[in-house]
């Protein structure tokens, strides 16, 4: 499979999935994606691509949600 291991660094709350990262302006943003997805040729295209990261099955809400794929800063969700 096309998994990346992200390096943890320090996060930055956001409302919704940032389309720039506020930190280097790039467009390159991925979404994490927790627990045991139902794998699809959709899914596959969508790791290879960067646009989904696979991470662990535990997770919690203070888990970042999305991450710069270049530079792999990290962004949390935040309720509104």
């Known amino acids: 499979m096309g998994a990346k291991l992200i390096e943890k660094k320090d996060p930055t709350p956001v409302v919704r999935k940032p389309k720039i990262c506020p930190s ?40 970042p949600k999305f991450v710069r794929v270049d530079c792999k800063a990290e962004f949390y969700g935040i309720l509104d």
């Open 24 to 63: 280097g302006k790039s467009k390159n943003i991925g979404t994490y994606l927790y627990g045991l997805p139902d794998y699809s040729e959709k899914l596959q295209k969508d790791i290879d691509h960067g646009k989904i990261i696979l991470k662990c099955c535990i997770f919690s809400e203070d888990d």
